[in-house]
């Protein structure tokens, strides 16, 4: 014969596991892309790939961008609407399942986010070759009262030979 002590325990033992499972299934997963290095601090600009799933991304918002205060205490940080001039970007579904990511401060090249060899990457052209993004250094001269962007470095690794490019754009 079973004990009501029993019963209940059981309940509340299964209840918490359904609470526990619901809890952990909810938790987005974030998967790192890429990241904008500046010369004026350490600190950086991480994107980040929202999975639903290991080959789905969350429809509503697939990637997020966050501070990363390495120069202070290794914080994460929203970006402000300020930061959002720069540092922001508009991402677009595509038919295949991919997304196109377009920086506010570079829409004239596209990045875009893909499932490729069992992880999400950002693809982008660099010196003509189809890369997979890690990196964007931007060097800014912030002598005068708005800070004035001399170079932007992009560094990444070729989809194809697996070999290290880089290139070096000028405004």
Do not use: C
């Amino acid at each position: 014969m079973i004990s009501r002590r029993t019963t209940r325990r059981t309940l509340l033992g299964g209840a918490a596991a359904v609470l526990l499972s619901r809890s952990a299934v909810a938790a987005p997963v974030y998967q790192p892309l890429f990241r904008i290095e500046r010369n004026k601090n350490a600190n950086i600009v991480q994107y980040d790939a929202i999975l639903e799933s290991r080959e789905k991304l969350i429809p509503k918002q697939p990637v997020a961008s966050y501070w990363v205060m390495l120069a202070e205490d290794g914080r994460r940080e929203g970006l402000t609407s300020l930061d959002k001039r720069a540092y922001g970007f508009k991402v677009l579904p595509e038919p295949s399942g991919s997304w196109l990511l377009y920086l506010n401060a570079t829409k004239d090249r596209s990045i875009r986010v893909v499932h490729w060899q069992g992880r999400w990457v950002a693809q982008i052209l660099i010196k003509g070759r189809s890369a997979v993004l890690g990196r964007i250094y931007v060097f800014a001269d912030e002598s005068a009262l708005i800070p004035r962007v001399r170079w932007i470095d992009l560094f990444g690794v070729d989809m194809v030979t697996g070999a290290a490019v880089s290139e070096r754009l000028e405004p």
